[in-house]
């Protein structure tokens, strides 16, 4: 992709976008999600394409060394990471900046990840409160500096990037502080999605917030985040925001085409249809047969469970969908279930 001008039909001038020393083309990231963006859903999406950067979930530094430690295997979040194709982003969390940086170390020389990513954005109690981590730490931007310096050293050559959200609360967002915080402590780019900590996923994005911080940032890239569920949505961001690359999250979990019907937006292109409601099946049946060979046939069950309701998510019938694919305890249950349910929904449709 070279600097063009703006193209006729999106409006979008895109140019390309490096974090470090790689090249994030279509400049449209899968978001770490915890819970869900493990190897079978990045392989998903992977087949689809349109994903530039596909990240994993978060990773407990602390709890990594410590099963370092006791060389115990790698946690279930590091699956299909030594193998799988790259770009690919690895996320951790934890408040130390030395334990951060062995980890990142490890991530970036043993298992040679495209980037190390840090999390400064979750908000949930048990990251929060009880570790003083995710986005605890935007009341400190010398602190979050001071850990990206530390990793960004451990980890050179490979590329440090750091995910925030626009502070803690409404009434004190720092973004442009932390942002800056980050750049001067040598990561290679920023993610920001939208929402304080306090919001959780309430309102909407504030992409004006997020688009504030361009201009404080002399080096990195920006990548915006928050409530991008369509292509057209996408371009718009591209359009409207100076960012230099999109981050999309929860819209993809039922719709992993999602970035290849962006990435074709993004060329101008026709945006390709979601898939018939039979191949949307298929491929639902193709990530539960992933899951259920990592992680067995009771525990792939339950963790396929809230993909299935993703997948169903929109259609007509979804809600009686969900509520009998929630209850399935076995492979033969979720076959089953999907046989009679699935197909439903989708004559419903029609
Ligand atoms: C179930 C779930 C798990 C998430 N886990 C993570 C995570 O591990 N790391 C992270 O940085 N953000 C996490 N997020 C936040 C998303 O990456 C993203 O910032 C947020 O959902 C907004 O984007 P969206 O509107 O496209 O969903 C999670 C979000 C959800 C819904």
């Not at 730490?137 to 850990?147: K, T």
């Not at 306090?198 to 404080?216: C, E, L, V």
């Not at 409207?240 to 292109?269: C, H, N, T």
Request: with cysteine; aromatic share 8%.
């Amino acid at each position: 992709m070279s600097v063009t001008s703006p193209h006729p039909t999106t409006g979008v001038q895109l140019k390309p976008l490096w974090i470090g020393d790689v090249c994030v083309d279509p400049p449209i990231l899968q978001a770490p999600m915890a819970g869900f963006t493990n190897f079978a859903f990045r392989q998903i999406v992977r087949e689809f394409g349109g994903a530039g950067l596909q990240a994993t979930e978060m990773v407990s530094a602390r709890s990594f060394v410590w099963l370092d430690e006791h060389e115990a295997e790698h946690p279930d979040r590091l699956w299909g990471v030594q193998e799988e194709p790259r770009p690919l982003a690895v996320q951790m969390w934890d408040n130390d900046p030395e334990t951060l940086a062995r980890v990142g170390q490890c991530l970036a020389r043993e298992f040679r990840v495209s980037v190390v990513d840090i999390n400064f954005g979750c908000p949930v109690k048990q990251v929060t409160q009880k570790a003083h981590s995710g986005s605890y730490l935007l009341r400190w931007p010398d602190r979050v500096g001071q850990i990206v310096e530390r990793v960004v050293k451990a980890c050179a050559p490979t590329p440090v990037t750091a995910k925030i959200r626009l502070g803690c609360t409404r009434d004190t967002v720092n973004a442009i502080d932390v942002a800056q915080a980050v750049e001067a402590a040598g990561a290679a780019a920023l993610t920001v999605h939208g929402r304080t900590a306090q919001d959780f996923f309430k309102g909407s994005a504030d992409w004006d917030r997020i688009a504030q911080i361009k201009p404080h940032l002399a080096r990195i890239p920006l990548i915006g985040n928050g409530d991008l569920d369509s292509a057209e949505k996408v371009v718009a961001a591209f359009r409207r925001y100076p960012v230099d690359g999109v981050m999309i999250a929860r819209a993809s979990l039922g719709k992993p085409w999602l970035f290849a019907q962006a990435a074709a937006a993004l060329r101008g292109e026709v945006i390709p249809p979601d898939p018939p409601l039979e191949e949307q099946r298929a491929i639902m049946l193709k990530h539960f047969a992933l899951v259920l060979e990592r992680f067995g046939p009771e525990r792939g069950t339950m963790l396929m469970r809230k993909y299935a309701a993703c997948y169903a998510s929109g259609l007509p019938g979804a809600r009686h969908f969900r509520g009998a694919i929630s209850n399935a305890q076995s492979p033969e249950d979720f076959y089953r279930i999907v046989e009679e349910l699935f197909p439903k929904v989708l004559s419903l449709q029609s």
